[in-house]
């Protein structure tokens, strides 16, 4: 941890030290009404997922504008959004390991939690963490509808995981977990169409087949900011687990919108310094891997259409131009990164300003929650 903030608030923008994690508040908060204005009239509610942000000033801030509670991936991460007030939590992930169920259930007599499942030992094993605690736990059958990472397969695999959940006195069968990662970045607008549509066929199929065995399904979640308009009209899903929307990153940002995407706007930004000018044809700037992510590319310089960042090394970004006097030593720049999640993950606090002015230092007080 920096043993000094690079801001405070009533700062002017000019003197911010760098690199920093800057949220533009007015996008912000465009961006949190678009999403409710989005869902507005639809009989489907938003779970806001918060490993894109990590922070509770944000999480409460979704949930003062209609999100019934937030997703999160580890139990550490929902731990301290449980302290910070969100009392309806669902990870969506798989967890193993009796030091996480045991602060699983825990966490289940502060808060609703839910959990998602793909293996009956899973199942067997929340039942007597949930047991050994006097709580009940709402768990989900994650169904594989097209990220092929974790999941059932679709149908009958579904209802034997359904139909035990529902045998045990200690859990609660809560639904499908339906999420298809990797529709979120097709960049074709008919391509995400076409993807969302058949994890909806998947996710129809599922909720059939578990409710002919006379088991109610109530929920049937997922959906990300890429393709949620699609989950939202699909019919089927009920619940939208969007979290990037608050921020927009570079990657998104990449998409093809379609007709009857939602506009979001670019609000998080890392704040760099030009640190060299070694050479006429580029200059070396103060954010690097570790004040950025790059696992989805290279972040883009906003409203800089002149300068190109290449290259990223611990500490160094090396960002190409073809005009000599376009940056000068000193010169301040916004990055727009490439992948949001990880980049949040790398600092303290947002700096959250509007228009010239910093207003506020939200803590990312779920930094680091890996456990």
Same mark, same amino acid.
């Given at each position: 941890?920096?043993?000094?903030?690079?801001?405070?608030?009533?700062?002017?923008?000019?003197?911010?030290?760098?690199?920093?994690?800057?949220?533009? &508040?007015?996008?912000?908060?465009?961006? &949190?009404?678009?999403?409710?204005?989005? &869902?507005?009239?639809?009989?489907?509610?938003?779970?806001?997922?918060?490993?894109?942000?990590?922070?509770?000033?944000?999480? &409460?801030?979704?949930?003062?504008?209609?999100?019934?509670?937030?997703?999160?991936?580890?139990?550490?991460?929902?731990?301290?959004?449980?302290?910070?007030?969100?009392?309806?939590?669902?990870?969506?992930?798989?967890?193993?390991?009796?030091?996480?169920?045991?602060?699983?259930?825990?966490?289940?007599?502060?808060?609703?939690?839910?959990?998602?499942?793909?293996?009956?030992?899973?199942?067997?094993?929340?039942?007597?963490?949930?047991?050994?605690?006097?709580?009940?736990?709402?768990?989900?059958?994650?169904?594989?509808?097209?990220?092929?990472?974790?999941?059932?397969?679709?149908?009958?695999?579904?209802?034997?995981?359904?139909?035990?959940?529902?045998?045990?006195?200690?859990?609660?069968?809560?639904?499908?977990?339906?999420?298809?990662?990797?529709?979120?970045?097709?960049?074709?607008?008919?391509?995400?169409?076409?993807?969302?549509?058949?994890?909806?066929?998947?996710?129809?199929?599922?909720?059939?087949?578990?409710?002919?065995?006379?088991?109610?399904?109530?929920?049937?979640?997922?959906?990300?900011?890429?393709?949620?308009?699609?989950?939202? !009209?699909?019919?089927?899903?009920?619940?939208?687990?969007?979290?990037?929307?608050?921020?927009? !990153?570079? !990657?998104?940002? !990449?998409?093809?919108?379609?007709?009857?995407?939602?506009?979001?706007?670019?609000?998080?930004?890392?704040?760099?310094?030009?640190?060299?000018?070694?050479?006429?044809?580029?200059?070396?700037?103060?954010?690097?891997?570790?004040?950025?992510?790059?696992?989805?590319?290279?972040?883009?310089?906003?409203?800089?259409?002149?300068?190109?960042?290449?290259?990223?090394?611990?500490?160094?970004?090396?960002?190409?131009?073809?005009?000599?006097?376009?940056?000068?030593?000193?010169?301040?720049?916004?990055?727009?990164?490439?992948?949001?999640?990880?980049?949040?993950?790398?600092?303290?606090?947002?700096?959250?300003?509007?228009?010239?002015?910093?207003?506020?230092?939200?803590?990312?007080?779920?930094?680091?929650?890996?456990?």
């Amino acid at each position: 941890m920096s043993p000094w903030h690079a801001a405070q608030p009533g700062d002017h923008l000019g003197v911010i030290d760098t690199p920093s994690l800057i949220l533009d &508040l007015d996008a912000f908060e465009r961006n &949190l009404q678009r999403m409710a204005d989005a &869902l507005r009239g639809h009989d489907v509610r938003l779970r806001a997922h918060s490993k894109s942000h990590k922070c509770p000033e944000i999480a &409460l801030r979704q949930v003062a504008r209609g999100a019934v509670g937030i997703c999160c991936q580890k139990v550490s991460e929902a731990a301290v959004f449980v302290d910070a007030g969100i009392q309806d939590v669902l990870i969506t992930n798989e967890v193993m390991g009796d030091v996480k169920l045991r602060h699983l259930a825990a966490l289940a007599s502060r808060a609703r939690i839910g959990v998602l499942v793909d293996h009956p030992q899973q199942v067997q094993a929340l039942a007597l963490a949930a047991k050994a605690h006097a709580v009940t736990l709402d768990v989900y059958v994650e169904v594989n509808v097209g990220a092929n990472r974790c999941g059932v397969a679709p149908g009958d695999e579904a209802v034997r995981l359904a139909l035990q959940i529902a045998a045990s006195p200690t859990l609660r069968f809560a639904g499908l977990q339906c999420y298809h990662g990797p529709a979120q970045h097709l960049r074709a607008p008919q391509d995400r169409a076409a993807a969302i549509g058949s994890a909806a066929q998947a996710a129809r199929m599922t909720r059939q087949a578990i409710e002919a065995c006379g088991v109610a399904v109530e929920r049937v979640t997922g959906g990300g900011t890429g393709s949620f308009v699609h989950e939202r !009209d699909s019919g089927i899903f009920d619940e939208i687990q969007a979290g990037s929307y608050v921020f927009m !990153d570079r !990657d998104y940002g !990449d998409n093809q919108r379609g007709e009857g995407d939602v506009a979001f706007e670019h609000a998080l930004f890392v704040r760099t310094t030009v640190m060299s000018r070694a050479t006429a044809t580029h200059a070396v700037v103060d954010a690097g891997l570790k004040a950025s992510s790059v696992d989805s590319g290279m972040p883009t310089v906003w409203q800089r259409g002149d300068l190109r960042y290449t290259k990223a090394a611990d500490e160094h970004g090396v960002l190409v131009t073809a005009d000599a006097a376009a940056l000068s030593l000193g010169d301040q720049l916004m990055l727009v990164p490439g992948h949001c999640d990880p980049t949040v993950n790398l600092y303290d606090e947002l700096i959250c300003v509007r228009g010239e002015r910093v207003e506020a230092l939200w803590p990312i007080a779920a930094r680091g929650a890996l456990l």
